[in-house]
């Protein structure tokens, strides 16, 4: 997934939408595009998370 469709991607996200385009443009670019296998867990219950993740699919 490339900037351009990461971009595109945040912008469908209604938490996200109130923000200006350039804003939602700086998230992108801090955005680390990851995948996992079914089965992997993303987040643990009462384990700490340095982040957000959004859920594309899946």
Do not use: N, W
């Not at 900037?3 to 992108?28: H, W």
Request: proline residues 7%.
């Amino acid at each position: 997934m490339d900037r351009e469709e990461v971009t595109k991607f945040l912008g469908q996200v209604p938490l996200l939408q109130c923000l200006p385009g350039s804003s939602i443009r700086r998230i992108a670019e801090a955005v680390q595009v990851k995948h996992y296998e079914p089965g992997d867990y993303i987040a643990r219950e009462g384990e700490p998370v340095d982040g957000l993740c959004i859920i594309l699919d899946g």
